[in-house]
């Protein structure tokens, strides 16, 4: 595995939707530090919508914490959102998912 290939791994959001809820969870095939140092400070989820990305909910996150979040889907309306992922040493990554 190159390293740029470990890097987009480790950050890439992994979105799982069960039936009551939507879990995010950064680095889920390789698990991403959240040191001090180095760490997942924010995770975004936005909507696309017909004026353009919404964004519906910012989760900060601390060291220590484990990078994964979860909405209830009865907090979201149906349609398409963008998950971002910041590291603070790496930049943005993101996903999408569809309820
Ligand atoms: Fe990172």
Known sequence: MTGLQEQAKKHAPGVEVTDSQVIINVGHEIEHPMLDAHLIETIDV??????????????????????????????????????????????????????
């Open 46 to 99: 936005l909507q696309f919508t017909k004026a353009g990305l919404l964004r519906v909910k910012t989760f900060t996150l601390k060291a220590g914490e484990k990078p994964e979040v979860t909405i209830e889907l009865a907090d979201l309306k149906p349609g398409t959102y963008k998950v971002q992922a910041r590291c603070n040493l790496h930049g943005t990554f993101d996903n999408d998912f569809v309820i």
